[in-house]
């Protein structure tokens, strides 16, 4: 858990925005290619070296359905994306999205660029076995919701810019959101 080994996929998704948004996209790059780069040590070398135990991988404890291995898992994620939605359909996965998106009133939907920076991480929390992975009262979320909440706020900004109603009212409709958020 040290290796935070999941992260380089949220910095490498944020290098990928950066490039196709044309906000800073030779940052983007370099951001994307060092974190393909740190994925790679840590899930080759890095993870492997430490394994517990010689007789499952990674990925065959985490993510069984998937395979046995990073290549595995990307196959199965490409040929059978049936079998991979279909497993994160359960009422508790549900249940996991309605807690990290519900508090913000399910706003970060309205900025769908920036909430794909955040996807991968959710991605591999909801495909993973171990239901502390999909649980908010763990840690695993801990990487996409700084983002999840910059999205509601982009969301926020833009909703009251397109509307002279919600525009007046915006205060009350941050305080109100707030007030859910920390029900």
């Not at 940052?27 to 899930?43: D, R, W």
């Not at 010689?54 to 994306?81: I, M, N, Q």
């Amino acid at each position: 858990a040290s290796l935070k080994e999941h992260l380089p996929l949220l910095t490498g998704a944020f290098g990928v925005y950066l490039f196709l948004s044309r906000e800073r996209p030779r940052l983007g790059v370099v951001i994307a290619c060092a974190s393909a780069a740190y994925f790679a040590v840590v899930m080759g070398v890095l993870v492997p070296y430490f394994n517990e135990t010689t007789s499952h991988s990674y990925f065959a404890r985490r993510f069984p359905h998937l395979g046995s291995s990073s290549r595995d898992a990307l196959v199965t994620c490409l040929t059978e994306p049936g079998k991979v939605l279909g497993f994160m359909s359960t009422e508790r996965h549900l249940h996991y999205i309605k807690a990290l998106l519900g508090p913000w009133t399910f706003l970060p939907l309205l900025a769908p660029g920036l909430l794909l920076v955040a996807s991968p991480v959710l991605f591999i929390n909801m495909q993973s076995v171990v239901p502390v992975s999909y649980d908010i009262a763990f840690y695993h979320a801990d990487a996409a919701v700084p983002w999840i909440s910059l999205c509601a706020c982009i969301a926020f900004v833009k909703l009251t810019r397109r509307s002279a109603v919600l525009k007046r009212h915006a205060t009350l409709l941050a305080c109100l959101m707030l007030v859910n958020a920390l029900n």
